[in-house]
Antibody
Framework: QVQLVQSGAEVKKPGASVKVSCKAS????????IHWVRQAPGQGLEWLGWMYPNSGDTNYAQKFQGRLTLTRDTSISTAYMELTRLTSDDTAVYYC???????????????WGQGTLVTVSS | DIQMTQSPSSVSASVGDRVTLTCRAS??????VAWYQQKSGKAPKLLIYAASTLQSGVPSRFSGSGSGTDFTLTISTLQPEDFATYFC?????????FGQGTQLEIK
């Protein structure tokens, strides 16, 4: 079945960087956009950006421009989200998500990864 | 950015009730809305896409409607497993944005 499996929880100090992985299986990784979404504790969902594995093209929400980098390794069907200059406001669960039935970036998300909790604390 | 405003922010209902949740977009987005259910500690689950298309495997008691700026998610007969938080999402204009969520609680 189509599945996204993310790396484990991280604890980082303010000013540090974090890199979260998202391993895809059950579909052709290169053909579908990977999106990243985060959810702060008790809050709603915030879209960070997308990456197209086939080309490596990316699109970032303006709020994260300059701090966010989305990459991939197609040989192992894995996407990565790196966020730099972390502050306490970046404490959240980070999700990857895709839609294997679409080759468009403008799409809904199913499935999602299980989420990775990133805690930023001194 | 397109603002997605959900109402109510929380609602209490009983098993067997019919419930309608609302999502309003700050500008017209045709039919490009999806609805998700999220339970505590879990990733969101896609219920409805393109405003009214039921995702495979989702019970038929869930339905969606609307176009332009106003959208609804209806649960026809609430089941115990339906108590969760529901989010709408617009998918047509970047940045993709979500509503703030409606928490559906047991009365």
């Amino acid at each position: 079945q189509v599945q996204l499996v993310q790396s484990g929880a991280e604890v980082k100090k303010p000013g540090a960087s974090v890199k979260v992985s998202c391993k895809a299986s059950g579909y052709t990784f290169s053909d579908s956009y990977i999106h990243w979404v985060r959810q702060a504790p008790g809050q709603g969902l915030e879209w960070l950006g997308w990456m197209y594995p086939n080309s490596g093209d990316t699109n970032y929400a303006q709020k994260f421009q300059g701090r966010l980098t989305l990459t991939r390794d197609t040989s192992i069907s894995t996407a990565y989200m790196e966020l730099t200059r972390l502050t306490s406001d970046d404490t959240a669960v980070y999700y990857c998500a895709t839609d294997p039935d679409s080759s468009s970036a403008d799409t809904w998300f199913d499935p999602w990864g299980q989420g990775t909790l990133v805690t930023v604390s001194s | 950015d397109i603002q997605m405003t959900q109402s109510p922010s929380s609602v209490s209902a009983s098993v067997g009730d019919r419930v309608t949740l609302t999502c309003r977009a700050s500008q017209a987005i045709e039919k490009w809305v999806a609805w998700y259910q999220q339970k505590s500690g879990k990733a969101p689950k896609l219920l409805i896409y393109a405003a009214s298309t039921l995702q495979s495997g989702v019970p038929s008691r869930f339905s969606g409607s609307g176009s332009g700026t106003d959208f609804t998610l209806t649960i026809s007969t609430l089941q115990p497993e339906d108590f969760a938080t529901y989010f709408c999402q617009q998918t047509i204009i970047l940045p993709i944005t979500f509503g703030q969520g409606t928490q559906l609680e047991i009365k």
